[in-house]
């Protein structure tokens, strides 16, 4: 044997099986691990996770289409339906069983009189729906045009004729404010939500008015159609519905009958007209008009009529009795009594009037020369002078306490968007005021000339219809009332706490205004036993100077005419406040309506009666007027195209 082949080492094949046997353990042991992890993981996918593919597979196979709820009514103190559902037509299209889009939506732009607007948002929505959700092509479809859908539907795959529910307004803009309208949610209410409900075809939400701040109430809970479906999205079958549940009907303490009237007698003025239970604080009446019809807005408006409400000057869009401010003139004299009479002055003392007040070196203007007046013949001839000379000695500081303590500047707990509500300014107010640099008035201390305007409801002093309101019905029962929206409620609110005697003078200066020779003897009532108490009010819209006033010149210069009232005076029951804008006086524009108001109350057929001889003046009732305003808007709307 050679050197070399003794110094290799050998292999036997004993060595050979051994190494054979090492390297299949190693691969049988990696096999082994891989194996057991796959039956685990088989194991934990057939048994801990069944449900959650079962779930996944049942929704690949079977989807469910969101079936919107109906909106819970909304009806008056008697049950009368005020806010409504009926029955409407749809047309929608399910994205995949559309087979040629543009033949089919050139044939429904025909058939439906499509707008090119409402083409190309169909469009839009088409190329991003999904599944078998359906995509709304139109909505409130007159019932000649529904059928001539339906009858040709063979040439429409993928179109979905169907019956739904659309809100309702019977009383149209007489209740616009009120009770605002619905609509389609925006992205913004969308991603605050996300909600899927929001973005299903035809379903709205409230947003304004009662209908937007009792949503959760109205709303109710959506149902759902369950449907089957093929791999590739193809409906194979329905199957069993999820019925949907309404929204809960809500009772308000409006009477549909008496806000329907008053906004019908506001006519074409610009104002509001509020009556408040004086016992309860139920609110009976809260009109404002000019308003929207709350059916346009709901079935969506365009934006010719939303220009030409916009800039309509008497303001349709803003509710009146809430968000609009008014130096209350006059009306607040019965107030103004109520702190004279705290501040320990005899209401038999009287005050000598020539004409005005001389204060320094100024002098300020009373509205007649009224000689010599007591509290309550100040209070029925509305003598500024009194009220300058008894303001002047007790100083505003004693009488700003009592506005507070009758509603005026108060912010009412009612479920309302919101509410503007207002300043009663005293010399706390005043030094504030100077102190806050981004409002800066004249001088930092409250003067004499300041408590002479605000004693006749001028100056800083500024309210809205519904604290008017609150105030005559405080006055009038004597009870802390609170004013509200929903139930009608039958206990009495508690006493307020004022001396009855001093409530009962008061109530016998307003008597006068209305029954004895005072400012509003037109609007007396004539109906027997019953008599109206009241106090009328005119307000500035601008500084005057001298004898000039706002009575005459453009319709936005003159002066507001405002009217707040009770009855009957010998066990009040009902009170209220009539604003008008513009109206040039409280005795000329807002006592009148008041008067007819309260006629609806106590003799509905002659108060019927004496509408239906001022509207056909006005060229027709206020629905007919506004059908006539909503033709006019689509002409309009027409020729813009």
């Known amino acids: 044997m050679s050197i070399l082949g003794r110094g290799k080492k050998r292999y036997t094949g004993a060595h050979q099986g051994l190494a054979f046997s090492r390297r299949m353990l190693l691969v049988s042991g990696a096999q082994g691990a891989i194996g057991a992890l ?28 969101v079936v919107p709820p109906r909106r819970g009514w909304l009806v008056d103190r008697h049950n009368k339906p005020i806010a409504i559902n009926r029955s409407d ?78 809100r309702f307004y019977p009383a149209g803009p007489a209740v616009g404010h009120l009770i605002g309208y619905v609509g389609t949610a925006s992205a913004k209410e969308y991603e605050a939500e996300k909600n899927p409900l929001l973005i299903t075809p035809g379903f709205k939400i409230g947003k304004e008015g009662l209908e937007k701040t009792l949503e959760r109430t109205l709303r109710g809970t959506p149902g759902g159609q369950r449907v089957e479906l093929t791999a590739r999205g193809k409906l194979v079958r329905e199957l069993t519905p999820k019925p949907d549940r309404s929204g809960h009907t809500t009772q308000l303490a409006i009477d549909a009958g008496l806000q329907e009237y008053a906004a019908r007698r506001l006519g074409e003025e610009s104002g509001s007209c509020i009556v408040i239970d004086c016992l309860t604080g139920d609110i009976l009446c809260m009109a404002s008009m000019p308003a929207y019809d709350p059916n346009s807005f709901s079935d969506g408006i365009g934006r010719t009529e939303w220009k030409m409400l916009s800039e309509d000057p008497r303001r349709p869009l803003l509710n009146k009795n809430l968000n609009a401010l008014y130096p209350p003139g006059s009306t607040i004299k019965p107030m103004g009594a109520l702190a004279i009479l705290k501040a320990g002055i005899d209401p038999d003392a009287t005050v000598f009037c020539s004409g005005g007040y001389n204060l320094g070196n100024r002098f300020f203007r009373c509205l007649g020369r009224h000689g010599t007046v007591n509290m309550r013949r100040a209070i029925a001839k509305s003598c500024n002078t009194y009220f300058y000379s008894m303001g002047h000695k007790i100083g505003y500081d004693q009488i700003a306490p009592m506005a507070k ?128 108490g009241g106090k009328t009010g005119t307000a500035q819209v601008r500084k005057i100077a001298g004898a000039q006033r706002g009575q005459s010149g453009d319709w936005k210069y003159r002066d507001h005419g405002l009217f707040v009232f009770f009855a009957p005076t010998s066990n009040p029951r009902y009170a209220g406040a009539v604003v008008i804008e513009h109206g040039l006086g409280g005795a000329r ?53």
């Open 38 to 65: 796959l039956v685990g993981r088989l194991g934990y996918l057939a048994v801990a996770q069944n449900e959650h593919y079962k779930l996944l597979s049942e929704s690949n196979r079977v989807q469910l289409i």
């Open 89 to 166: 037509f749809r047309i929608d299209i399910i994205p995949d069983q559309l087979e040629q889009p543009e033949a089919t939506l050139r044939l429904l732009a025909q058939l439906l009189a499509l707008s090119v607007d409402e083409v190309d948002r169909i469009i839009r929505e088409l190329k991003v729906a999904k599944g078998y959700q359906p995509v709304q092509v139109a909505e409130n479809v007159p019932y000649e045009r529904y059928a001539a859908v339906t009858v040709r539907l063979p040439e429409l795959p993928g179109v979905q004729p169907q019956r739904g529910f659309s």
């Open 405 to 532: 303590r009758l509603g005026l500047g108060q912010k009412f707990d009612l479920p309302v968007v919101s509410q503007s509500f207002g300043t009663v300014p005293d010399s706390a107010w005043k030094l504030r005021k100077w102190n806050d640099k981004r409002r800066i008035v004249e001088r930092p201390d409250w003067t004499a000339s300041d408590t002479l305007n605000a004693s006749i409801g001028q100056g800083y002093l500024i309210v809205n219809p519904l604290q008017l309101a609150v105030m005559a019905a405080r006055i009038a029962s004597g009870r802390d009332i609170q004013p509200t929206l929903i139930g009608a409620h039958s206990k009495p609110a508690p006493l307020i706490g004022l001396d009855p005697k001093h409530l009962e003078i008061v109530r016998g200066g307003m008597w006068q205004v209305v029954n004895g020779d005072g400012t509003a003897g037109a609007s007396k009532l004539t109906i027997p036993g019953i008599e109206m």
């Open 589 to 641: 524009a807002a006592a009148p309506v008041a008067k007819d108001v309260l006629t609806y109350l106590f003799d509905r057929e002659a108060a019927l009666r004496r509408l239906a001889e001022l509207e056909a003046g006005w060229g027709g009732t206020l629905l007919e007027r506004n059908a006539r305003r909503a033709s006019a808007v689509a002409a309009a709307a027409t020729v813009s195209a």
